[in-house]
């Protein structure tokens, strides 16, 4: 099943849904795939730096692993293509207006938005108000 690329649809349609868990960002120097295994990342990148992983809060402190910031993860629903232009821009855009970071991490069926943990509600409620203003 393809995703959506008309941003007006994917815009109106994407429901974001807050996550209840908080995450942390870490970066494992010389890491491997399958290093932190035990941390239960829910996003890995490989970078040239360092392998970054997206951890569940209580498992970096559970671990005792040093993170900066901890975040909310606003999944939006709508299943957007890994083509579609403007999504990622938009979302980005109609958060910044109001002084909230977004770290998008792009899945195969859907976006994943990081907010600052304390700015999680006003996020979605951003992002909702964003949805209506395309209808």
Known sequence: MSGETDLAKLI???QPQ???QEYVFIALEQGAYGDGAQLNPIAMFQEQEAMTLVVPREQAQAQGVA????????TLSVHSSLDAVGLTAAVSAALASNGISANVIAAFYHDHIFVPADQAQLAVSVLEETARSVC
């Open 67 to 74: 993170y900066q910031s901890v975040f909310r993860c606003i």
């Open 18 to 20: 807050l996550m209840a």
């Open 12 to 14: 109106s349609s994407m």
